[in-house]
């Protein structure tokens, strides 16, 4: 199987690519991958959760793996429901957030038949492992 690996940087997206980052419930993107999605790819102050413009949000910012571990099952139905979309995910809650790869990347373990949710590659090692 070939691995679908979210590029280390992104600095633009194709039309049908969303950027999937690790937000606060507030929707205030100050800084890190939330800063990017606002700035470049259309993510709207003030809405932390979800889908806005070419990103969808998930809150790493409000308690631990077992609270985002839902919001990451309501975006895996979203990603089914919009196969005509590719989904970037980016290293949620492992910057700001302060979860480590080990913590966040097994809650992606379910997608690794999902052909239109890319990972990145720290992620991808994790999950191999399993």
Known sequence: MDKRITPERINHLNKDEIFVFGSNRSGYHGGGAARVAMVRFGAVWGEGLGRTGQCYAIDTMSGGVETIRPQIDTFIIYAKEHPELKFFVTRIGCGIAGFTTEEIAP??????EIENIYLPISF?????KE
């Open 124 to 128: 991808w090692k994790l999950i191999d």
């Open 107 to 112: 809650l992606f373990k379910n997608t690794v």
